[in-house]
C-alpha cells in the first residue's frame, strides 16, 4: 500500500507490484538543471528590550513543480513550502509566535538548539488547530546552522515530507570574524536537500509498503527546486548543507575537485579539512567551502554511499549517484580569502572533557526499538544530573540504516569501536548515521534547564522509525529533584 498526500487527508491506493518486493524505489530521475534555486527569505524579527521575535504560521498551500501537469498540495511556514531561514547571534533572547492553521496537531522543534525542555516543541508540545505557541529561550551556543521541523507524536515523517521545513542560523563572535564566505544567498548558500516521489496525480506519497529505511523519492530538489542552478560570483562559496530527507542518506561530492569542511552540525570545527565526499543521514549539516573557476558549469553530486553493510545499499538507496545542484560560474569571479576563524571568546566553557564524565549509558537500536522500548510518552527512560558530563554508547544491531540524534545537547565522537572518528564526525554534532555493529562513543554535558517535569527526546532520525517508536526519553534534575515524568519499575535510576 502507499499513502499519498493530498492537500488536507491521507489517501490510500493500491500498490504497484514493484512496490511489493520490500525494496525502495531507488533510481533517481536525471532531470535538466533550469530552475533557479530559491533562496529561503531570512524571516523578519523584531529586536525589543533585547528579545528577538519572530513569527511564523504553519499553513497548507500548494506548489508547481517543473514537468507536473497539477499543482502538488505542499506545507509550509509563511509560505506555500518550506519556511524561511531564521538568524540569531549568541547571547540574543529568542521569542517566537507561531500559528497552527492546519487542520491537525504540529509542532516546531528546535533541531540542535540547547534549550529548556518545554521550549522543545517535541511532541509534548503540540500546536493545536487555531491555537499559537510561544517558546522563548536565550541562544547559548556556538555558531552553527540548526534547522526546525515539526516534532508531532507519530506523525513528523508525513509533516517533514509535506514541506514543514527550514533553517536556523546562529551567529557569534568567531563566526563574525570568520574569513568565510558570508553574504546569505550569493557566496553562503543554505542547501535544504531533500527527495520526493509522486503519485500520479503529481501529489507527494509516501510508501508504506515496508521498504527501509521509508520512502526514497526518485526526485531530488534542494531548497524546494528541482533540477536547481545556482550563479557563483566568487571564488568561493560557502554551502549550508541540510540534509533535510526522512530517509535518504547523501555522499556529497564534487566530480573534479575536493571540498573544505568548516563545520559540522554544531558549528565550526577546529581548523579546515579538506575532503573528497562527506556523507549525511537526515537531518545531519555540515558547512562545507567550494571553489570555483571563472566560467565554468560544475554539479553538486551525491555518490554512491557506503552505509556501513554489504546488504544495506540495495535496499536504502545507497546505490543512486545523481546530481544535485548545479553552479555556473560568472567570467570573472570577486576573490576571498583562504577559509579561517579565530577561537570563540566561549571556547573554554563550550568545551567539554572526557575525564569529567561522570556516567556512561548504553543505547541499542533495533527493530523501532531502542534498549528494548519503544517510545512511550508517559515513561522517562534516562535521569539525568543537571551539569554532568555523560558517554553515550550507542549502535545499531541491525542491518538496515538508523541514526541518533539527541535533543538539547550537542555531542562530540570520542570513538567508533577503538577507532578515531573521521574528520567529518570530530566536530560538534547532535545526529549522527550508526554503521551497523558499530560502537559510537558519544560525550556531551547537560547545562542548565533542570526540568523533571518536561522530558527531552532521543531517537532515530530515520522519520518513519521515529514514528513507529525508535525513541526515547529523558529528563535533566537537579540533585535532590526526582522525575515527575514517571519511572518504570524496572528502570529506576537513583540520583544523589
Ligand atoms: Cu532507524
Known sequence: MRRALAAGSVALVVASSLAACGMSTSAVRTVAFEQELRIPELAPSTLENGVRTFELTARAGETAFPGRDTATGTWGFDDDFLGPTLRAKRGETVAFEIDNTLDENTSVHWHGMHLPAEMDGGPHQEIEPGQTWRPTWTVDQPAASLWYHPHPHGATEEHVYRGLAGM?????????????????????????????????????????????????????????TVGAYQQVTTDRVRLRLLNGSTARTYAFAFP???????????????????????????????????????????????????????????????????????????????????????????????????????????????????????????????????????????????????????????????TIDEEDPPPELAGRKDTIYLEPNRRYRLLMRFEDYADPEMPYMYHCHMLLHEDEGMMGQFVVIEPGQEDAVGLPEDHAHAVD
Do not use: C, K
Open 256 to 414: 573534479d575537485r575536493e571540498m573544505t569542511l568548516v563545520a559540522t552540525g554544531g558549528g565550526l570545527i577546529d581548523a579546515p579539512v579538506d575532503l573528497e565526499r562527506i556523507r549525511l543521514a537526515p537531518g545531519e549539516r555540515a558547512e562545507i567551502v567550494v571553489p570555483f573557476e571563472p566560467g565554468e558549469t560544475v554539479r553538486l553530486r551525491s555518490e554512491s554511499v557506503d552505509l556501513g553493510g554489504i546488504l544495506i545499499p540495495a535496499t536504502a538507496g545507497g546505490n543512486d549517484d545523481f546530481d544535485v545542484l548545479e553552479f555556473r560560474a560568472a567570467d570573472e569571479l570577486a576573490p576571498t580569502p583562504d577559509p579561517s576563524w579565530p577561537r570563540s571568546v566561549h571556547a573554554d566553557h563550550d568545551a567539554v572533557a572526557e575525564a569529567d564524565a561522570v556516567n556512561t549509558r548504553e543505547f541499542v537500536l533495533n527493530t523501532r526499538q531502542i534498549n528494548g522500548e519503544r517510545m512511550d510518552m508517559s515513561r522517562t527512560d534516562e535521569v539525568v544530573r543537571v551539569g554532568d558530563t555523560e558517554i553515550w554508547e550507542v549502535r545499531s544491531t541491525q542491518a538496515i540504516p538508523h541514526s541518533f540524534h539527541i535533543h538539547d545537547v550537542q555531542f562530540r565522537v570520542l
Open 168 to 224: 536556523f542560523l546562529l551567529d557569534d563572535d568567531a563566526s563574525a570574524a570568520a574569513d568565510l564566505p558570508a553574504d546569505y544567498g550569493v557566496d553562503d548558500l543554505p542547501l535544504i536537500v531533500q527527495d520526493r516521489q509522486f503519485d500520479d496525480d503529481d501529489q507527494f506519497e509516501l510508501s508504506a509498503d515496508g521498504s527501509e529505511p521509508g520512502t526514497l523519492g526518485d526526485t531530488i530538489m534542494v531548497n524546494g
